[in-house]
């Protein structure tokens, strides 16, 4: 099974930019459809984005679309997110996602990941 741990995150002016990354341990990454949520203080998690195996399909929430690109890296089992021009509503902690899912993935993604990180925090101050 794979394991994900997040990093990237930290304290970012509004309208800079930050790269989270997502380290998958196990040799079955290529095989799931990756993504990341994340939650304010006192708001329940949500979808930012999604990429589906092969990169061949990309879904992203409106609230982030045009400022973040999920991106993926087979060969070396990461899952990115760059992050730009970011406002103090981005402020949240991000989990990396997964699902094995190979029916309406992105779809499946948003529902019910079936693997979570331990998450990692991104403050933007105003």
């Known amino acids: 099974q794979v394991q994900l741990v997040e990093s990237g995150g930290g304290l970012v002016q509004a309208g800079g930019s930050l790269r989270l990354s997502c380290a998958a341990s196990g040799r079955t990454f290529s095989s799931y459809t990756m993504g990341w949520f994340r939650q304010a203080p006192g708001k329940e998690r949500e979808f930012v984005a999604g990429?589906?195996?092969?990169?061949?399909?990309?879904d992203y929430a409106d609230s982030v679309k045009g400022r973040f690109t999920i991106s993926r890296d087979d060969a070396n089992n990461t899952l990115y997110l760059q992050m730009s021009s970011l406002k103090p509503e981005d402020t949240a902690v991000y989990y990396c996602?997964?699902?094995?899912?190979?029916?309406?993935?992105?779809?499946?993604?948003?529902?019910?990941?079936?693997?979570w990180g331990q998450g990692t925090q991104v403050t933007v101050s105003s």
């Open positions: 990429v589906t195996r092969s990169s061949a399909f990309v």
């Open positions: 996602a997964a699902t094995s899912s190979v029916f309406i993935a992105l779809a499946a993604l948003r529902q019910r990941p079936e693997l």
